[in-house]
């Protein structure tokens, strides 16, 4: 994932009515199923279709266990603890999935607390961002022969390899999920993808939130340049934290939370038909102890869910849709630069970095935030209260009209002619 910052669930076939009133015309927010508004998941890496769950990843519900295995090598003598590194990454990361699952999901980490020497120095492995397949094969054979001894695969649904940040031949920039054609079998396991963290200490903001991201199947939304120069972040700014760990606005997206299961069917709209569609939209994220809340872990603090709808949906294609969703300063969101209703497409056959989602700007002609913003032109991407935006190619109309008592937005949707 990118290290620098530039300037500038399960989805099964649907049912549930969605909380919303019809104005006029053909236009209807139905009950959700496969064959109106969830795509369908296809062959592409970490496809954004919802329809089915890829089951070679492990599904983020209830609680996952997650060891954290720190080495150290011969040629480097820490200068950091494992206690300190793990502090690095936890509570922060599991307090994130914590948040935006609504309380549905914890990560419990299992640090093992002491170093593991590894056979050889560091600088023997050649450890970069496009590590040779040979080098990191022959890293991750060291490593699992290292801590096979000590350490029970067999009760872990994911895998930390925390390398000392302080070895010379350690590169923070290779941080990232190594996926395992065939898998590693130990402990009677098969381990199909380990995190292999390089990071600094102290570490980038939320990198271990983003790289756990892909052990649950979710991509990358950042764009990188063929030729190294240019923005990381056009597609979706600080908008979701598979794109930027450094984003304002690090929730995950509402379709996210829907392929992973964190919505009720109930708390997605698809929006039909050709005419104009009311809807409320309760805003994506949620802090503690708001109404509804879910139970997290035993002494964690619940995250409200909310009942009404989250995420509107608009088909535009066979593979892509458009999603609307109510984003604004709190809980993962805190630091926002703008509030209102976030318009983005979705291509279930786009592979990861190749722009599965999009975010749509409704200020094109301008940008917010250029001090702190990882893309500054998207940091003001939503439509606010009393504004109304058409999305370009697509002729759909959002409509933001009002906020309620509660903090809910009411909006209209028209999807157009041609609308499905």
């Known amino acids: 994932m990118p290290k620098l910052r530039s300037t500038a669930a399960v989805a099964t076939t649907m049912s549930a009515l969605a909380a919303t009133s019809i104005l006029t015309g053909p236009s209807v927010a139905e009950p959700f199923s ?5 795509l369908h998941r296809t062959e592409a890496h970490h496809s954004e279709g919802v329809d089915t769950w890829n089951g070679a990843y492990p599904r983020p519900a209830g609680t996952l266990d ?19 590194l793990a502090a690095d990454h936890f509570p922060a990361t599991s307090r994130f999935y914590e948040q935006a699952s609504y309380g549905r999901f914890t990560l419990r980490p299992h ?6 020497r590894m056979p050889r120095p560091s600088t023997a492995y050649a450890i970069r961002r496009d590590w040779s397949a040979a080098d990191r094969a022959a890293y991750l054979r060291d490593a699992f022969a290292a801590a096979d001894g000590e350490v029970d695969f067999s009760r872990y649904d994911v895998v930390y390899l925390v390398a000392d940040p302080d070895a010379p031949g350690v590169d923070s920039d290779a941080t990232k999920v190594v996926n395992l054609q065939t898998p590693m079998r130990v402990d009677g396991t098969d381990v199909r993808r380990v995190v292999t963290v390089f990071e600094k200490h102290p570490p980038d903001r939320l990198v271990l939130a983003h790289e756990t991201g892909h052990v649950f199947d979710l991509p990358d939304l950042y764009h990188r340049p063929v030729d190294g120069k240019g923005d990381w972040d056009t597609y979706v700014g600080d908008w979701d934290l598979m794109g930027s760990q450094f984003g304002l606005a690090p929730d995950l997206f509402a379709w996210h939370k829907w ?3 964190w919505l009720d069917p109930r708390q997605v709209a698809c929006v039909r038909g ?6 409320t939209l309760e805003p994506l994220t949620a802090g503690p102890g708001a109404a509804g809340s879910g139970s997290g872990a035993a002494g964690a603090p619940a995250f409200g869910l909310g009942h009404g709808t989250k ?8 593979d892509s849709v458009l999603a609307f969703e109510a984003r604004g300063p709190a809980g993962n969101d805190r630091a926002a630069c703008r509030r209102g209703v976030l318009v983005y497409r979705v291509r279930s056959g786009e592979a990861s970095g190749g722009g599965p989602i999009e975010v749509v700007d409704a200020h094109p002609g301008t940008e917010a935030c250029w001090e702190n913003s990882v893309y500054p032109p998207l940091a003001d991407a939503p439509v606010a209260l009393g504004e109304s935006f058409t999305v370009p190619g697509e002729g759909v109309k959002v409509e933001v009209e009002e906020r309620t008592a509660s903090g809910a937005w009411t909006v209209k949707i028209t999807p157009g002619p ?3």
Do not use: Q, Y
């Not at 496969?34 to 969830?38: E, I, M, Q, V, Y």
């Not at 050709?274 to 809807?279: C, I």
């Not at 995420?311 to 066979?318: C, D, I, K, Q, S």
């Open 66 to 84: 997650a060891v954290m295995i720190f080495l150290s090598f011969p040629d480097s003598h820490p200068d950091t603890t494992p206690e300190e």
């Open 311 to 318: 995420l509107a949906v608009v088909r535009t294609g066979p």
């Open 418 to 420: 041609g609308g499905s």
């Open 274 to 279: 050709t005419g104009p569609t009311r809807l």
């Open 259 to 261: 392929k992973l299961g």
């Open 34 to 38: 496969t064959a109106s508004c969830a």
């Open 111 to 116: 640090p093992l607390g002491h170093w593991l």
